[in-house]
């Protein structure tokens, strides 16, 4: 049994220990991104500052590859459920999308270059190039002909000082289970994923992922290295259900960003219209399939509680 006193002691120590900086990546397709995808960077940090071993000083969102979306089985990546081929929009669709969604956000960044690849990456090797493109950049030893071309999209990295910063990959809690999938994941790479680098992990309420770890030699041994954090305000919004919106033409406002709406129905992605939006689209009051600055028959339609009303006021 734990002595009480050993056990405050040791807290305290630890309390007194200088947190260490972290920058937490996220990897997916963010087919569209959404207020889910930010969600958890918020809530990872609030969590890790709370407990005072972490002081994170960045986010990244890494869009994955378009071949991505042509494998029928992606070894160390989870592909997310029902996504098809047709479905994923092109990279540089998903990350002028991404760039957009951070347009808010003075801490979270886009980081493209699994996009620039000539194809997929796995999981482990995009840790591992952030890790090392972090650590030139703080130690500044980058030569002069590459820092330009390694550093772009990354250069408030720069400004973090010179202390040692750790790259964390931030997920859902079904990556963490995933690694129990036949076939999916390279014994090496979960080693090198959970212990090198680590895993902040974001649970929903009634999930039981500690079972999950203690049912994993690999990952039981490695559990100092993953931090699990519940998500208690619970949020069922994914990208597969607002592609489905999207293509009914019914509204996703307040599911993403207003300027990921308009960019979605600017480029007609997810089969939404194309058309030049309404006023109130381009103002972020809503997202309509129809112009009906375009077509006045077709604003008819789309109110037709409007259209009513006013010819109810002509008569009085």
Same mark, same amino acid.
């Given at each position: 049994?734990?002595?009480?006193?050993?056990?405050?002691?040791?807290?305290?120590?630890?309390?007194?220990? #200088?947190?260490?900086?972290?920058?937490? @990546?996220?990897? /997916?397709?963010?087919?569209? +991104? #959404?207020?889910?995808?930010?969600?958890?960077?918020?809530?990872?940090?609030?969590?890790?500052?709370r407990m005072g071993k972490y002081q994170v000083v960045a986010g990244l969102m890494s869009p994955v590859?378009?071949?991505?979306?042509?494998?029928? =089985? &992606?070894? /160390?990546? *989870?592909? +997310? $459920? /029902?996504?098809? +081929?047709?479905? @994923?929009?092109?990279?540089?669709?998903?990350?002028?999308?991404? !760039?957009?969604?951070?347009?808010?956000?003075?801490?979270?960044? $886009?980081?493209?270059?699994?996009?620039?690849? =000539?194809?997929?990456? +796995? =999981?482990?090797? &995009? $840790?591992?190039?952030?890790?090392?493109?972090?650590?030139?950049? *703080?130690? /500044?030893n980058l030569d002069n002909s590459t820092k !330009?071309?390694? =550093?772009?999209?990354?250069?408030w990295a720069s400004e973090l000082g010179s202390e040692q910063l750790h790259v964390k990959l931030l997920c859902g809690g079904d990556l963490l289970e995933s690694f129990d999938r036949p076939g999916l994941w390279k014994d090496e790479d979960i080693e090198a994923i959970v212990g090198a680098y680590g895993l902040v992990v974001i649970t929903r309420e009634g999930s039981n992922p500690l079972r999950f770890i203690y049912e994993s030699d690999v990952l039981t041994r490695l559990q100092r290295?993953?931090?699990? &954090?519940?998500?208690?305000i619970a949020n069922e919004v994914s990208s597969s259900r607002i592609r489905r919106a999207l293509g009914r033409c019914e509204s996703v406002k307040y599911l993403m960003p207003d300027p990921v709406i308009n960019y979605v129905h600017q480029r007609g992605l997810y089969g939404a219209s194309r058309r030049p939006l309404a006023a109130g689209v381009r103002n972020g009051t809503a997202d309509i399939c129809t112009d009906a600055a375009d077509d006045p028959a077709a604003g008819k339609r789309a109110r037709p509680d409007l259209e009513a009303s006013r010819r109810k006021e002509a008569r009085l």
């Open positions: 049994m734990i002595d009480a006193a050993v056990f405050l002691k040791q807290r305290e120590q630890d309390n007194m220990t #200088t947190p260490k900086k972290i920058i937490l @990546l996220a990897c /997916g397709s963010f087919n569209p +991104p #959404t207020h889910m995808h930010l969600r958890i960077f918020e809530i990872a940090r609030d969590y890790l500052h590859h378009d071949s991505y979306g042509k494998k029928c =089985t &992606v070894a /160390g990546r *989870v592909r +997310p $459920l /029902g996504l098809r +081929p047709q479905d @994923l929009a092109s990279a540089s669709d998903r990350c002028e999308m991404v !760039r957009r969604s951070l347009q808010t956000s003075n801490w979270i960044h $886009l980081s493209d270059w699994e996009c620039r690849q =000539t194809g997929w990456t +796995p =999981t482990r090797q &995009v $840790l591992h190039h952030h890790q090392e493109l972090i650590d030139s950049i *703080v130690n /500044g !330009r071309q390694r =550093t772009d999209g990354l250069s290295n993953i931090e699990l &954090v519940t998500e208690w």
